[in-house]
Nanobody, 129 residues
Framework: QLQASGGGSVQAGGSLRLSCVAS????????VGWFRQAPGKEREFVSA????????QFADGAKGRFTISRDNAKNTVYLQMNSLEPEDTAVYYC????????????????????????WGQGTEFTVSS
């Protein structure tokens, strides 16, 4: 089970940090992604981090503004968002992919929403201009 938090309201140019806490064991077996969905739009990829935290991936609009990190000891993934814009207003969801073993997968990330099996409930924030 995933629990996203950290939403709220912020002015353009401000910063916000979202957290995604996972319950259960073996959190390090999952890559984690952040997606967002604005009203009337499809859910879109924002960022992802590999199982060991050694690889990160960002949507073009997030590059240079957002960072993602994880603390497997705390079962938590963070999304730090800076220089926020009104276009960032959305409900943000964290998701975990399916467990994969093998050394080749510890650096695996994905921007494909269909490759994530476990979803949190979403946290919403609004960026005002």
């Amino acid at each position: 089970q995933l629990q996203a938090s950290g939403g709220g309201s912020v002015q353009a140019g401000g910063s916000l940090r979202l957290s995604c806490v996972a319950s259960g064991r073996a959190f390090s077996n999952y890559a984690v992604g952040w997606f967002r969905q604005a009203p009337g739009k499809e859910r879109e990829f924002v960022s992802a981090i590999s199982r060991n935290g050694g690889r990160t991936q960002f949507a073009d609009g997030a590059k240079g503004r957002f960072t993602i990190s994880r603390d497997n000891a705390k079962n938590t993934v963070y999304l730090q968002m800076n220089s926020l814009e009104p276009e960032d207003t959305a409900v943000y969801y964290c998701a975990a992919d399916r467990p994969m073993g093998g050394a080749a997968n510890i650096y695996r990330t994905s921007n494909n929403v269909y490759e994530y099996d476990y979803w949190g409930q979403g946290t919403e924030f609004t960026v005002s201009s």
